[in-house]
Structures are given as C-alpha cells and as structure tokens.
C-alpha cells in the first residue's frame, strides 16, 4: 500500500513539474503573428515578447517593457528571408516607427558599395539591411540581426557630420548585436577584405623601415 501511494505521489509531482514546464516555454516562445502585406500597425503592451512574420519572410521579434503604438513598414521583396530582434525600453508609453528597406542611395548604401567610417576603417554594404527608427520617447535599446558574418558591424548615420559611426557589437550564435541610446538609420557594414586601417599601415611601414636599417648596418659591417 505505502508503494502504490508512493506512485500516486511522485506521479503527481511529476505531471505538475511537467505542466509548469510546458507554462514556461510558452511564455518564452510568443505566438507569431502572419502578415499578409509589408505594413503593421497595432498597441504592444508593455513587458510583452512579440513575433511577427511578413509574408512568411521577414521576420522581427519586438520587446518593450512600456505599452507601444507601433508603425512599421519592411520592403520585403529587397530585405528577404532576414531575422531582425530589437528590444526597446522607455520610461513611459510611447510612439513607436520602423521603417525598413534593402538600399538607401542617399546615404551610400547600394549593394556592394565601399564606405568610410568615422574610425577612417572601410567597409562594404552587402548586408542589404537598413533600418530608419524614431520614437517619441528617450530611449535604450538592442537590435540584433541574423548574420553569417562575425566580423560585420552595426553603424548609424551621424547626420549632423553626415558619416557613418560604427557601434560597437557583439557576435554570438549567428545574431549580431548592438545597444544604443538613440534612434536614427541603422544599418550593418561588412569590413572590406583588402581594407587596411592607417595605424596598420604605419605598423607595416614601421617594421619595414627597421628592417632596412637593420639590413644597412650589418651591410656595412
């Protein structure tokens, strides 16, 4: 009898451990809401995981940790089969924009394209990945991306100075990621292959120079 009332117990314990583990996985894994078109525009409420997938492509995942009015727009058709993650705290309930798109002539970024940035490094557009956000709300924020890239970097257009300014980013399990502070056009720069910065080319110069010194010396010796 105490063994069959043993069963009885563990077989309890058992099925509400397996229940509070199903309710958590749930609640990790939002429900992902099909768009038709390449337009979305709803409230999200504050503290909520959202997915969406636009015309079973794009995809993007919104947190917010305040109630959102979100208006967002995604050229499917040039941005593709992408997976795009941003995390948005305000300290109140906010306007949220996104607009998204796979080339922006204006700003340099065409498929391929070299650029400079700030940092004098060169880089390559080839992400064909822009993202214009505003928000009516100071801001901290993450934005991820999907990318089998690890050496790219997430940059933002300055447009008082009218240049690109890397962020920096961090590479785990395929997803580039960066926080910001500020919203603007956001986008993610490939560092050119044959691309050497100016302190690397005064190194080699350096080296160089003492090696033909050095060469020199003994040669008269």
């Not at 080339?103 to 940035?117: H, R, T, V, W």
């Not at 901290?140 to 997430?154: F, H, V």
């Amino acid at each position: 009898m105490k063994n069959i009332n043993k069963v009885v117990l563990l077989s309890i314990v058992g099925f509400l451990l397996l229940g509070s583990y199903m309710t958590v996985a749930n609640a990790q894994t939002p429900p992902v809401e099909t768009v038709d078109g390449n337009q979305y525009q709803g409230t999200i409420e504050g503290n909520e995981t959202n997915q969406y997938r636009f015309r079973n492509q794009f995809q993007f995942q919104l947190r917010v940790n305040q109630s959102v009015d979100l208006d967002m727009e995604v050229d499917v058709d040039g941005v593709g089969d992408r997976e795009f993650q941003l995390e948005v705290n305000t300290r109140t309930n906010a306007e949220l924009t996104i607009r998204i798109n796979a080339s922006d002539e204006s700003l340099g970024l065409e498929e391929g394209k070299k650029l400079q940035a700030r940092n004098q490094n060169r880089y390559q557009y080839r992400e064909q990945f822009r993202v214009n956000l505003t928000c009516d709300e100071p801001v901290e924020a993450k934005l991820s991306l999907k990318t089998g890239d690890p050496e790219a970097q997430w940059a933002y257009f300055d447009e008082e100075t009218e240049e690109w300014v890397t962020n920096p980013s961090s590479y785990q399990n395929g997803v580039l990621t960066t926080e910001t502070d500020h919203f603007s056009v956001w986008t993610v720069l490939t560092v050119e292959e044959d691309a050497i910065s100016s302190y690397g080319l005064i190194g080699i110069v350096s080296i160089g120079s003492i090696v033909g010194l050095l060469f020199i010396i003994k040669k008269k010796k």
